[in-house]
């Protein structure tokens, strides 16, 4: 079954940028539609960027549309997520997901 390990994550202040790294295992990234999705302590879990198999195409929430870039390395099997001019609102743990699998996260912190 797919793996999914993510990183990148960490503290910046409000209108820096990170970029965050989602490395799958155990499949072939060129075979998975990739999606990010982010969860806000007492809230719940969001989408917020999603590709097809070819990268071709991208889906993006309305609050990324704009700021966040998702793209990805088959070579590398990675998926990444590119975010700039960051908000606090965008504070959360963010989480890549194929295959109906899901990575443990990566925390994202935002101050003003």
């Known amino acids: 079954q797919v793996q999914l390990v993510e990183s990148g994550g960490g503290m910046v202040t409000s209108g820096g940028s990170l970029r965050l790294s989602c490395v799958v295992s155990?499949?072939?990234?060129?075979?998975?539609?990739m999606g990010w999705f982010r969860q806000a302590p007492g809230k719940e879990r969001e989408l917020v960027a999603a590709?097809?198999?070819?990268?071709?195409?991208?889906y993006y929430a309305d609050f990324a549309e704009d700021r966040f870039v998702i793209s990805r390395d088959n070579s590398e099997n990675t998926s990444y997520l590119e975010m700039n001019s960051l908000k606090p609102e965008d504070t959360a743990v963010y989480y890549c997901?194929?295959?109906?699998?899901w990575g443990r996260g990566t925390q994202v912190s935002v101050s003003s």
């Open positions: 590709d097809t198999m070819s990268g071709d195409r991208a």
């Open positions: 997901t194929a295959a109906d699998k």
């Open positions: 155990r499949r072939t990234l060129s075979t998975l539609a």
